[in-house]
Structure formats: C-alpha cells, structure tokens
C-alpha cells in the first residue's frame, strides 16, 4: 500500500469515528418510567439544615395500571428520625402505620391524581422532611438529545394544610456511571413556592431550586436524586396582617438513593 493510499485510509478512518460520535450525541432519546408493578423499590433520604439531619427510608410500589397505561404508586414511610448534634431520634414504628400516600401517574411521570390516605392523620406527611425529592420528576414527553432542554411544573398537594409548587428547567445533560449503573442524568432549576395553611393563616415560603436525578439507562428507574433548596423569603396572610414575615435566608440539600 503507498503513501497516499495509507493517508486516505487513515483520513477515512477518523471521519467514521467521528461520525459515530456526532451520531451519538445526536441520537434522540425517548424517556420513561418501567418500575415493575408489585415489585418493592427502597430508597433512602437524607436531608442537611444548619441546624439538623434527617432520614426517611421510603418503599415505593407500583400496585395497578389503568387502561391508559397510568401507574398507581404506594409511597410508604418505613422509618425515619433526626440527629440533634450526635444524638439520633428514632420515630417508632407503630406511629408509622398510617404512613403512606397514592400517587396516580402517567408514564413520563405527569401526576394525575394524588390519594392521601387517612388524609386527617397521614404519618407520611407529618413524619418525612420537607423536601419531595423521592416523588419521580416529570420526563419530557418527546425524545430529546444530549443538551436539550424543556420545562416542567411539579405541584405536590399535601392536603387541606400545604401545597408547594416548582417551576423547573430541565437539560439532558448525558449517560454517565451512578452508583454502579450506566444512567441518564437530568439536571433541573428553578422556583418553589411551599405553601402552609392553619386556620385563616397562610404562609408562602419562597424560594429556589437546584439539582440532578440519575435514570437507570436499562431499568427506567431513578437510582439517585441530589438537590439544593434555598429559601428567601416568606409572604404571611391573616384577617389582621398581610405582608413580608420576618424569616431569615436559609437553606437545605438533599439526597435520595435506591437501596433495593
């Protein structure tokens, strides 16, 4: 083989390559969500304050699927606590019997409808922390490649008593290795908006959020979730006041991972 055979074979060759890894990176990629119904999935959730370090151990269960292809999931609170310092608080189990939630949802994790049991005295909201991170996010209903981005809204209702609501921006950031497996990772920011009522007394906390979820690539599974919560400011309302409520800036992260 001459010189200038040899130099198109190899000028060939880096073009093919090249090829490949534009294609790859140009792929479309169609996203949803494949846990197996009455199969157990167990995650653990650990959220950081300033002040303190909770946990939840949390089972998620598909139970039923509707004709239109939705999931019905049981979310359960198997246990829970706090460390103060070094000291760890331990919730018992009996009070989390009734710590448990329903969530109707589509494939690409839209809610459809939630279903609180024992509405008036639901461990699972009055037992876990304040962060949401275990709920699955909203994937993008139409294939989408790497670096391309959609917005969601996530509104999670617990109750007659609080609400919050997100407004995220989403980006398909690529494949990488999490926790062992070969993983989707999606990282997503925006607003919160955590709404308590008590009585004629509403209170808005306001804030921002940021963070990534990794997908089982093979499963359709979230293996991990890590998020940052910042809150800036808090709007009360009463007959007799209604306006900026003394809070100071604070903040909280999160990180939730399958366990099995």
Same mark, same amino acid.
């Given at each position: 083989? #001459?010189?200038?055979?040899? @130099? $198109?074979?190899?000028?060939? &060759?880096? %073009? =093919? +390559? ?6 790859? !990176? ?84 839209? #809610?459809?409808?939630?279903? @609180? $049991?024992?509405?008036?005295? &639901?461990? %699972? =909201? +009055? ?6 991170? !275990? ?19 996530k509104r999670d209702e617990f109750g007659k008593y ?92 999160t990180s939730t991972e399958l366990i099995e």
């Amino acid at each position: 083989m #001459n010189r200038l055979n040899l @130099l $198109l074979l190899t000028l060939l &060759n880096c %073009y =093919l +390559l090249s090829a490949q890894e534009n294609k790859s !990176e140009n792929d479309f990629t169609t996203f949803n969500y494949n846990y197996q119904l009455g199969k157990t999935y167990k995650y653990i959730k650990t959220t950081n304050r300033s002040t303190d370090k909770s946990y939840s151990y949390i089972s998620i269960q598909p139970v039923d699927t509707t004709t239109k292809g939705e999931t019905l999931y049981e979310f359960s609170l198997d246990s829970c606590g706090y460390y103060v310092s070094e000291r760890r608080i331990t919730t018992q189990k009996e009070e989390l019997e009734k710590g448990k939630i329903r969530f109707l949802m589509n494939k690409q994790g839209s #809610n459809i409808e939630t279903n @609180l $049991l024992n509405q008036n005295d &639901n461990q %699972y =909201l +009055l037992k876990s922390d304040d962060s949401d991170d !275990e709920r699955l996010f909203e994937l993008p209903k139409n294939p989408v490649r790497i670096g391309q981005t959609w917005n969601t809204n996530k509104r999670d209702e617990f109750g007659k008593y609080r609400r919050k609501f997100k407004k995220l921006g989403n980006v398909f950031v690529g494949i990488e290795n999490k926790n062992g497996r070969e993983c989707y990772r999606i990282d997503f920011s925006g607003s919160s908006a955590d709404i308590t009522k008590s009585g004629d007394y509403t209170q808005t906390d306001n804030g921002t959020i940021k963070g990534s979820f990794w997908l089982d690539k093979e499963r359709k599974i979230i293996i991990a979730v890590e998020s940052e919560v910042s809150i800036q400011s808090s709007i009360a309302k009463h007959p007799g006041f209604n306006g900026n409520a003394p809070i100071k800036a604070s903040s909280y992260n999160t990180s939730t991972e399958l366990i099995e």
